[in-house]
């Protein structure tokens, strides 16, 4: 070995590796749909930027902040369906902070929803997309895509 080499060894023991922000966005989404999994609605919200935007293709409207998130889907679905499971299906694809994934949701409406809708007591399971963006180890923006008329069909409410 030349002594040039030798002498560089001994620096890269001590320079940084280059952080994966892929790998990172792809454990804060993970993190969020265990605390989905989990029904623990605010270890999911902890993985929410403070102004993160919220955008439900089939309600058409953004929801901008962590907690009106947290109460306004979260809890909302959480309360109306309190055995919910939110599964990735396949695998995801992760690139620059950005994550997306096909997903199935499933559960029982035992509880009201949020607008006042009573609880049908049906089982429903519905599948959808969802595109996630992380900045700084927090979600910043999340947008759905699903089948809602399907998922309102099984629910007994179209």
């Not at 058409?60 to 889907?73: R, Y």
């Not at 996630?132 to 895509?145: A, L, N, P, R």
Request: aromatic share 12%.
């Amino acid at each position: 070995m030349n002594r040039r080499v030798l002498l560089s060894l001994p620096l890269l023991a001590v320079l940084p590796l280059p952080a994966f922000a892929a790998d990172d966005a792809l454990s804060v989404v993970e993190a969020y749909l265990a605390g989905w999994n989990a029904h623990d609605s605010a270890a999911a919200a902890s993985q929410f930027a403070p102004e993160v935007v919220y955008y439900d293709a089939s309600v058409g409207t953004p929801i901008t902040g962590a907690e009106a998130a947290k109460t306004g889907v979260i809890d909302n679905f959480l309360t109306a369906a309190p055995d919910a499971v939110w599964k990735m299906e396949g695998s995801p694809v992760v690139q620059d902070g950005k994550v997306a994934f096909e997903w199935t949701f499933s559960g029982t409406n035992t509880g009201p929803w949020a607008d006042g809708t009573a609880a049908t007591g049906k089982a429903f399971s519905f599948t959808g997309a969802s595109v996630f963006v992380v900045e700084g180890g927090k979600i910043t923006h999340q947008s759905d895509y699903y089948d809602a008329l399907g998922f309102y069909k099984q629910l007994g409410l179209m």
